[in-house]
């Protein structure tokens, strides 16, 4: 399928094509990434249900006008879905199947859209590179000896291997533009409040958004339209109008970008520094100020992210207690109980945030760590805020210090956490970002990220499309 | 209670409630926590309804399902300010909810949804009388809460079944200062509490349906030291008595341990209603770390520029306001203001019928024969079957002597069996007053008849004979003739 979403929905709606031989199509590929080619892309690949829904769009004649008529797409498994399986990449989540559907996948089915499948994920997206999975490590489509990114890994893997041209993920600190920079692929993380969380399996709450992969600008830009705005039943999506996010004609005269150094420190990758360079040299030509910028705080984000989310993971993981649903061990009494369950339940290394979490909580440690951090998040926050008051209209960074890695070669966590330092600063100030293709590293993707100030996805989709033409071929290349 | 003061060494915690020694004074402050009057939960839709079926009352939100998110419900805010407005707190313009962490099977999500250090109202006073005397116990916070469910630990054997109906029904929490000083106190305090909880429509207040549950801090201290002495949290009581029973027993148990030259170990205690004693709970529930922190699922509480002006002046008349009114507007009794306005029900009650009726009158039978009618048959006012107008009217016909008093009290009791109209009643019963003079004569005419020699005694001046001769009239008219004007032809007649 070469095809890209609003030329899947023009077809469909001139009758070019079928939406029941789409999701065929796609429900083929889907098997054949997963069984012959062994990518290990989906938890759930939903036949029965893409093909009802698929049959549903071709008898109702009120939706001809939907934005995404008859488009595949998948979704991380970490959205619930009536009918299908929610795991999160977890064992602790054994028979637990979605009672009631997410807001972001209410509004792509209203849009006439078709979920072929729940894709795999680090668990509870817990990870840079899907492999902390209990449901095994998903390939790179690109490079299958490598890993596709995380911890939306087997959402931008579905899209990069052209399962399907739009892909639902989450991000808490950069698991959808990640990895989109190691597939190939564009990966956007919008504002903080702008898509409702409602259905998301939380995180980390105040870091949490759902986040989208296309091949092109354009599809990601398609399905963000369809999927943002306010949402009674999640009392932190924002009300601020969503505009087109359709591309902008003429040149980028006026446009200032900048260029902030902590995000070009001398460990990058040379090669990866080297294309941003070539990319800013584009939008440059196009007519954008480049301005070097300083975030002073960004060395700092790691550290507060890694108290800040754990803190919120600690307390949104208790409900996996062996009560209600999922995952029971027995055990002796009722501590028993919990403690065999959540033993087996949870895998390493959310068993380890969950400790850290726990620890940063507790009184006496409350003040040195989970405030401070909230206070240091705060001026992350500020830098952003600054430089963006100082007539700065977007930042132009690398998505990540290095491509795709191989499976086990970050077996220390802290490595593995580094793998988010670019991207996790959006997430803690809540603004939008995303990432898109700019180039090959010995052959592998690259990404170049744009950051803007809250609720301007427009004006980052514009320089994403500008990017994206100038670059043409050689985004791929 | 008795009075008398037992030497402490004669203290058996098993025998006596009374406190061991004058030397120790108690300090008791309370958390009271309410369940507002709300039709949905705190942060979801699903119905507030007690005594439903089991797990009927529930949603992705309230059961805690991956990925279902709490948002706040307005009523709740609403009623929470009330009772913040109602106890002269300071509602604060913004206030935050928290999370406070624990594992316990009725909670669904392993955190109840609070306020920690940014509560909604602080800084409030509630003034009541003990014992005629007027006291004041200072309100430290006020604030919002959810509810947990319910274990069952009867249904199954050797299973714990959970109901989940209650998870998430909104709560406020009502802290005290440590104002109280005895248990006496703080069974006054608790009184007036509900009384503003029950007039500003808040809560229904019921202690047996756990709309309001009592847990009490006390502690000892040696009179006229000024620092608190260690306190212990009694939890458990299911009734106001209950808790002045139990803060007695905890006080005396602390006062032993202090006499004894021991020490007062923080803990809670919980309270058996049917042994009278207080045991401590299991050793790690004061021990909880609760690791609250800012529920990030939830923006901060922040009340429109108006709301709490707009609260307070559409807050119900208070029963401090409505004694007042009472005193003087219906020239009432301090002792007839306390019955009346004890209960809002009854309060209203008494108004709907001084509306159109003597209110002295109209409080003496509310706090007479309707208030006894209530105790005999059990019902609430509000289902009772007189109604304010029908006792209003049967007053009336008191009043105008349709009826007399005697006939009105038989008429009563058929309304308060069957309801209806009094002068209806009276009618079918016969119970209307005759003060037609042509009747009365004709019976005074058959009685005098029937009764010669007594007639003879009374025209020759014996008086006494003439309540002889005016019962046997009534006894002919079955009690409906006019006692009043029958006594007036009576003399005429016999010039008496």
Known sequence: ?????????????????????????????????????????????????????????????????????????????????????????????????????????????????????????????????TEYSAFGVTRNPLAPTLVPGGSSGGSAAAVAAGIAPIGLGSETGGSVRQPAAFCGIVGVKPTYGRVSRYGLVAFASSLDQIGVFGRDVQDAALAMRV?????????????????????????????????????????????????CGAALERLRALGAEVRDVSLPHTAMAIPVYYIVAPAEASSNLARFDGVRYGLRMEGDGLRGMYEATRSKGFGPEVTRRIMLGTYVLSAGYYDAYYRKAMQVRTLITDDFRKVFASGVHALFTPTTPTPAFAPGSKSDPYEMYLSDIFTCTANLAGIPAISVPIGRVNGLPAGGQFMCAHFEEQRMFELSFALEAALGAEAHR | MSAENREPSGVRLSQSRTPPSTEYEMVVGLEVHVQLKTRTKAFCRCSTSFGDAPNTNVCPVCLALPGALPVLNAEAVEL???????????????????????????????????????????????????????????????????????????????????????????????????????????????????????????????????????????????????????KTEVKNMNSFSGVERALEVEFARQCELLERGGSVEQQTMLWDGATGQVRPARAKEGSHDYRYFPEPDLPP???????????????????????????????????????????????????????????????????????????????????????PAD??????????????????????????????????????????????????????????????????????????????????????????????????????????
């Not at chain 1, 095809?3 to 796609?26: K, L, Y």
């Not at chain 1, 792509?108 to 590179?129: C, P, Y």
């Not at chain 1, 070009?264 to 520094?273: G, Q, R, T, W």
């Not at chain 2, 002006?309 to 301090?334: D, G, I, N």
Request: glycine share 8%; charged share 25%; proline share 5%.
């Open chain 2, 80 to 230: 929470a300010v009330r009772a913040a407005v109602g106890l002269g707190c300071t509602v604060h313009e913004t206030s935050i909810f928290a999370r406070k962490n624990y594992f316990y099977p009725d909670l669904p999500k392993g955190y109840q949804i609070s306020q920690f250090d940014r509560p909604l109202a602080t800084g409030g006073r509630l003034e009541f009388p003990v014992a005629d005397r007027s006291t004041t116990v200072g309100i430290t916070r006020v604030h919002m809460e959810e509810d947990a469910g319910k274990s069952l630990h009867d249904r199954f054997p050797g299973a714990t079944a959970i109901d989940l109906n209650r998870a998430g029904v909104p709560l406020i929490e009502i802290v005290s200062e440590p104002d109280m000083r005895s248990p006496a106190e703080a069974g006054a305090y608790l009184r007036a509490l509900k009384q503003i909880l029950e007039y500003a429509r808040i809560s229904d207040v019921s202690m047996e349906e756990g709309s309001l549950r009592v847990d009490a801090n006390v502690s000892a201290r040696r009179r006229g030291e000024t620092r608190l002495g260690q």
């Open chain 1, 1 to 129: 399928m070469s095809a890209n979403a609003s030329g899947i929905a023009a077809a469909v709606r001139s009758g070019a094509r079928a939406p029941r031989a789409i999701a065929d199509e796609a429900l083929t590929k889907a098997h054949a990434a997963d069984e012959r080619d062994q990518l290990n892309i989906f938890i759930t690949i939903a036949d029965r249900y893409a093909r009802d829904a698929a049959a549903a769009l071709e008898g109702d004649a009120a939706r001809h006008e939907a934005p995404l008529l008859g488009v595949p797409y998948v979704a991380k498994d970490n959205l619930s879905v009536t009918g299908l399986p929610v795991t999160c990449g977890s064992r602790i989540l054994e028979g637990y199947v979605g009672p009631y559907t997410a807001t972001a996948i209410e509004r792509m089915t209203r849009a006439g859209a078709i979920l072929v499948g729940k894709t795999n994920m680090d668990e509870f997206a817990m990870g840079s590179s």
């Open chain 2, 301 to 387: 509480l922040v009340l429109e520029a108006g709301f709490v002006r707009r609260v307070r002046e559409s807050l119900p008349e208070l029963p401090a306001e409505r004694r007042a009114r009472f005193a003087s507007e219906y020239k009432l009794t301090a002792y007839d203001v306390d019955v009346l306005t004890s209960a809002v029900a009854v309060a209203d009650y008494f108004e709907r019928v001084a509306d159109r009726a003597d209110p002295k009158t109209a409080a003496n039978w509310i706090m007479g024969e309707v208030l006894a009618a209530l105790r005999a048959s059990g019902q609430a006012i509000d289902e009772f079957m007189v109604r």
């Open chain 1, 227 to 275: 999927i943002a705005g306010r949402d009674d039943l999640d009392a932190t999506s924002a009300d601020v109008a969503v505009p087109g996010y359709g591309a902008r004609a003429g040149s980028l005269k006026g446009t200032v970008i900048g260029k902030p150094r902590e995000y070009f420190p001398p460990e990058l990758d040379p090669k990866i520094a080297a294309l």
């Open chain 2, 391 to 496: 006792l209003a009217a049967l007053l009336g016909l008191v009043a105008s002597g349709t009826v007399s008093h005697t006939a009105a009290k038989q008429i009563f009791a058929v309304m308060a069996a069957k309801g209806g109209n009094p002068a209806e009643i009276a009618n079918a019963q016969g119970l209307l007053q005759v003060s037609d003079d042509d009747q009365l004569r004709r019976w005074l005419d058959e009685v005098v008849a029937e009764h010669p020699r007594e007639a003879e005694r009374l025209a020759a001046g014996e008086k006494k004979l003439q309540g002889v001769l005016i019962g046997a009239v009534m006894k002919k008219s079955k009690g409906s003739a006019d006692p009043k004007r029958l006594g007036q032809l009576l003399a005429e007649r016999f010039g008496t």
